[in-house]
């Protein structure tokens, strides 16, 4: 079938040296075994990759960035799908974006603040307790290439988006990587299609950044950040443009992480 119109990439396998760098400091960062397709489209965008990486890279030394993704994570109310009999592998590929995909909203929702120039918060506030991130495994297996995935299985993720995602062009990395577990992954496209359909995921998806923007406007608030530098004022058009589509795409891929996560507990 034709393929559809993805965004841009430069993908983690053969990466320029300078770029495999800051995918290697953000690997290491964050704790996280995988380098998200936001990162990896910034990465195509000169200087953009650089300057997030700027903004973003002294939150999680003392935790700020970890403990204010997970209470983003953990905004709204779901109900839960089937019970999903997975693999151990398929699982913690599972965990892995799980503990990733809230650390990329929030670094997405930071960098939308300094783009809109808006006033911030004069001081930060005192940080959320009680939620954690959850820890992701050492490595995951390859992604499976979209043209490599089967045609009815393709037509099936198409409709895993929302009115707010229809058309960005983002074929998220989650599925790519369950495309080694075909037939886990058609029964969960199976389950998810319905909680698109009926609104119920763009619902939590739109609570879990309203919360995203109030926390992370907070969490930079009177913090020394970098501002967009003068070399990338010419692309700003084109990292404005990243941000917005990630993160709207990204809280949605955060409930669908949380869906997956429960339906397959009990196969741990």
């Not at 369950?178 to 496209?189: H, I, K, M, R, S």
């Not at 950040?225 to 004022?233: D, G, K, Q, S």
Request: charged share 20%; proline share 9%; hydrophobic share 45%.
């Amino acid at each position: 079938m034709p393929q559809p119109d993805t965004l841009p990439e430069i993908p983690e396998s053969g990466a320029p040296d300078a770029t495999a760098a800051l995918y290697k400091a953000i690997r290491q960062g964050m704790q996280v075994p995988i380098v998200a397709l936001f990162y990896r489209n910034l990465a195509g965008i000169d200087g953009a990759l650089e300057w997030m990486w700027d903004v973003v890279s002294p939150l999680p030394d003392d935790g700020r960035l970890q403990a204010t993704a997970a209470h983003i994570a953990q905004t709204g109310t779901l109900q839960p799908l089937a019970p999903l009999a997975a693999d151990p592998p398929a699982i913690h590929v599972i965990d892995a974006y799980n503990r990733a995909n809230p650390l990329n909203f929030t670094c997405a929702a930071i960098l939308a603040h300094l783009l809109s120039g808006e006033m911030l918060p004069s001081r930060s506030r005192p940080l959320p307790g009680g939620a954690q991130l959850c820890d992701a495994p050492s490595a995951l297996p390859e992604m499976v290439a979209t043209r490599d995935i089967a045609p009815r299985l393709q037509a099936g993720i198409a409709q895993l988006e929302t009115s707010d995602t229809a058309g960005d062009g983002i074929i998220p990395s989650l599925y790519r990587h369950l495309a080694n577990w075909p037939d886990f992954l058609e029964g969960a496209v199976t389950a998810l299609v319905p909680r698109f359909a009926d609104g119920s995921i763009q619902t939590v998806a739109r609570e879990i950044a309203a919360v995203g923007r109030e926390e992370t406007a907070a969490l930079i608030g009177g913090l020394d950040v970098a501002p967009l530098p003068t070399a990338l004022v010419v692309h700003r058009d084109a990292v404005s443009t990243s941000v917005g589509k990630f993160s709207r795409r990204i809280p949605e891929m955060i409930v669908v992480g949380r869906l997956l996560a429960a339906a397959t507990q009990k196969e741990k």
